[in-house]
């Protein structure tokens, strides 16, 4: 159905006007939400994330994209929640304890939410207890933690002690620009990812998915 590349095309132009007009179309012409979703926004979600990690595009593009994603998800969420079809995985995601920044944490979640993902914004300097009761709260299966701080890096720790304290069986994913793949071995993270379009591709692995 050429509307689906449309609204593919649309959403990674960033045209939300179009990327809901185009949503509209379809489900008029009988495709499912779901369908929509899965064949039309994924799509564009997961090459603007491939693009991005090649740098062939950067953070702007990507919040218009994921900008435009969300308008066309406004129409169809409703619809969704309706048939009773939720999205597979919850994931819980936040910037630890004493930390403020929150511009790569909203664009993990964005991307999280492009591979149909429930996420949980649990926002900035979240603390462990706060981590803990989301993931119990949302029945979250990931915990994604960023931190922009060398200063806060060690809040990620006392995040995951306080997880597994909990004895909660969630994959826990952290990243943030001063965080590497050996610090998250030395604090018993399950995962790292880069930047918001690997940490799709990490939380997948880390699920199974
Ligand atoms: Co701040 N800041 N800042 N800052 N700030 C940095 C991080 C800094 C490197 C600047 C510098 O000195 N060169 C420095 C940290 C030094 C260090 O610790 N090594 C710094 C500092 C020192 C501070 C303050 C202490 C300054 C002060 O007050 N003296 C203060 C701290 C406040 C606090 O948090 N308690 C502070 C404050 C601020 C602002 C509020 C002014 C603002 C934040 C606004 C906001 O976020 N709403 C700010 C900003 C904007 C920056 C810089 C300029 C940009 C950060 C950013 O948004 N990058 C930054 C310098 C820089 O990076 N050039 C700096 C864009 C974003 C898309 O990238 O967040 O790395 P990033 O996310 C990437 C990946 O890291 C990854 O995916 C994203 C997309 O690819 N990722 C994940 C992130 N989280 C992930 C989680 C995952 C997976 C991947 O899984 C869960």
Do not use: W
């Amino acid at each position: 159905m050429k509307e689906l590349q449309e609204l593919t095309a649309a959403v990674m132009k960033g045209d939300r006007v179009n990327a809901k007009r185009l949503s509209q179309v379809l489900l008029d012409a009988g495709l499912k939400p779901l369908e929509v979703v899965e064949k039309g926004l994924v799509p564009a979600m997961a090459t603007v994330g491939e693009r991005f990690k090649r740098n062939e595009i950067f953070v702007p593009e990507m919040l218009i994209a994921a900008r435009a994603m969300k308008e066309a998800m406004g129409l169809l969420e409703p619809l969704l929640a309706k048939a009773g079809i939720k999205p597979r995985f919850t994931a819980v995601i936040g910037t630890v304890q004493g930390d403020l920044h929150d511009i790569g944490k909203n664009l993990v979640c964005m991307m999280l939410k492009g591979a149909n993902y429930a996420v949980i914004d649990a926002g900035v300097n979240v603390t462990p207890d706060k981590f803990v009761a989301a993931i119990k709260e949302h029945n979250a299966q990931i915990l994604g933690l960023s931190a922009l701080l060398t200063t806060t890096m060690p809040a990620m720790k006392m995040a995951i002690e306080a997880v597994r304290k909990a004895g909660l069986p969630v994959k826990v994913m952290i990243g943030g620009a001063p965080v590497t793949q050996q610090y998250a071995d030395e604090i018993g993270a399950d995962g790292y990812a880069a930047d918001a379009a690997s940490a799709v591709d990490k939380a997948n692995a880390l699920l199974g998915a």
